[in-house]
């Protein structure tokens, strides 16, 4: 079946623009996580949700960052007013329950501030 | 606060030969620990985990509470293994957040 998918693939944005990143989890799957990768590092937790709400967003850098999942589906990754330390990949997981399920990855967004 | 560790930026071995990729980690509870590998123009996918004590692609891994370690081995190196591995780390019980350490680009050389 189809795997978790992200658009766009890449993004390039000025100093100071909003962007949106979609995540589509795998069908069914109820948890899903956001993770943000920089060069050179391993990625690094930013968001979780069980559902609909938002369960763990101890990993937001700041309050430019934000994220919803409306219905429990696809999510959104907003960045506000967005600085050149904010470029890298953006990575969307998806299980099938949170505890003890593997996460799967999806191919990442590609964010370049400029 | 936990934290995974993999010393080894890069790795290159010839085809044939053992290979072993390092892990160590901090956490002072009982953790899950993880292999994951991105394979060129791939996703992240997961290769294993030590609770399935499993061997995948002729990888295993064993978690050393002791030496607080988790180092991924196989025997015998293929070229197709070339990839970037991560360790990651996930809290016991409840947790679901995985910390991961910076990764190791391992190439197999013919």
């Known amino acids: 079946g189809a795997g978790v998918s992200q658009t766009p693939s890449n993004k390039v944005t000025e100093k100071g623009k909003y962007v949106e990143l979609r995540c589509d989890p795998i069908?069914?799957?109820?948890?899903l996580y956001w993770y943000r990768q920089s060069l050179g590092q391993g990625p690094e937790f930013l968001i979780y949700f069980q559902g609909t709400g938002a369960a763990d967003d101890s990993g937001l850098p700041n309050d430019r960052f934000f994220a919803v999942r409306p219905e429990g589906s696809v999510s959104t990754l907003k960045i506000q007013r967005t600085e050149r330390g904010d470029s890298a990949v953006y990575l969307c997981?998806?299980?099938?329950?949170?505890?003890?399920?593997?996460?799967?990855f999806g191919p990442g967004t590609r964010l370049l501030v400029l | 606060a936990q934290r995974v560790t993999q010393p080894e930026k890069l790795l290159s071995v010839f085809k044939g030969a053992p290979v072993e990729l390092k892990c160590n980690y901090s956490y002072s509870g009982s953790p899950e620990l993880f292999w994951y590998v991105q394979y060129s123009r791939q996703r992240l996918q997961l290769l294993l985990r030590h609770i399935s004590r499993e061997s995948i692609k002729g990888f295993t891994a064993d978690l050393n509470k002791g030496e607080t370690s988790f180092h991924l081995k196989k025997p015998f190196a293929q070229e197709e293994d070339s990839a970037m591995y991560y360790c990651?780390?996930?809290?016991?019980?409840?947790?679901?957040?995985?910390?991961f350490g910076k990764g190791t680009l391992l190439t197999v050389n013919p």
């Open positions: 990651a780390l996930k809290e016991g019980g409840s947790n679901y957040k995985l910390t």
């Open positions: 069908s069914g799957h109820t948890a």
């Open positions: 997981a998806s299980s099938l329950w949170a505890l003890q399920e593997t996460q799967y």
